[in-house]
C-alpha cells in the first residue's frame, strides 16, 4: 500500500540538506584544504553553527500610525567547536589569538597589522554543505571572521572524552556564494 500524504520526496534526502554532511574552513586554523600542507597543522570541526541575522529596525511617526522599517542588519556570531588534537605543533588557534595578543608579553596588536607571513587577525571563512555524494550544494563566506571568544573547555578525570575548543566567531557579514 503506497504512503498516505505529501512527502515532496524528503525520504529520498535528494532535496535535504544534512546537519553532518558539512566543511568549515578557517585559513590555518581549522580543516584548512588550501595551505601548502593540506591542512596537516588545522584542527577538524565536530559542530558549527550556520550564520543568522537579525535586522535593527527605524520607525517613521505618522499621524496616527508608527510605520517601522529595516535599517541595520546584524550578523550574530557562530560558535564551532573543534577536535583539540595533539599533533606535536603550535596550537593553531592559539597562534591565530597572538595575531591580536600575545600574553606573554602583554601586547595588543591593531587587528589589521599583518605579520611576517602577510596575514592578519581577519579571515575569510567558508561553511560549505554537502550532498550525498560529497558535493557542495550550499557554500557561506564569512568575511573578515576574527575569534570573539575562546573556550579551550573543561578537563574531568572521571571521562574518557576527547579535549574540545570553542571557538565564537564574529565577523563583518555573512553570503551565500
Known amino acids: 500500500m503506497a504512503k498516505m500524504g505529501l512527502s515532496f ?26 595551505s601548502n600542507q593540506r591542512g ?19 520607525d517613521a511617526k505618522h499621524l496616527s500610525e508608527d510605520v517601522f ?8 556570531p557562530v560558535t564551532i567547536t573543534v577536535w583539540d588534537l595533539n599533533n606535536n605543533i603550535k596550537h593553531p588557534v592559539f597562534e591565530w589569538i597572538k595575531y591580536f595578543y600575545n600574553p606573554e ?9 599583518k605579520n611576517k ?11 560549505e554543505m554537502l550532498d550525498g555524494c560529497g558535493e557542495i550544494n550550499e557554500t557561506w563566506t564569512f568575511e573578515d571572521a ?12 572521571t571521562s574518557s572524552g576527547i579535549v574540545m ?4 566567531l564574529r565577523y563583518s557579514r555573512a553570503y551565500i556564494n
Request: glycine share 4%.
Open 9 to 34: 520526496g524528503l525520504e529520498s534526502g535528494k532535496y535535504c540538506k544534512r546537519q553532518f554532511r558539512w566543511i568549515f574552513t578557517i585559513p590555518d586554523v581549522v580543516a584548512d584544504s588550501t
Open 40 to 58: 596537516i597543522n588545522a584542527l577538524p570541526p565536530e559542530k558549527a553553527s550556520r550564520p543568522s541575522i537579525s535586522f535593527k529596525e527605524m
Open 69 to 76: 522599517f529595516p535599517v541595520k542588519p546584524e550578523w550574530k
Open 105 to 113: 608579553t602583554g601586547n595588543i596588536f591593531a587587528p589589521n597589522t
Open 117 to 127: 607571513l602577510d596575514q592578519s587577525l581577519f579571515r575569510t571563512c567558508r561553511l
Open 146 to 157: 576574527w575569534p570573539q571568544a575562546v573556550n579551550f573547555q573543561t578537563l574531568d578525570m
Open 165 to 168: 575548543c570553542e571557538i565564537t
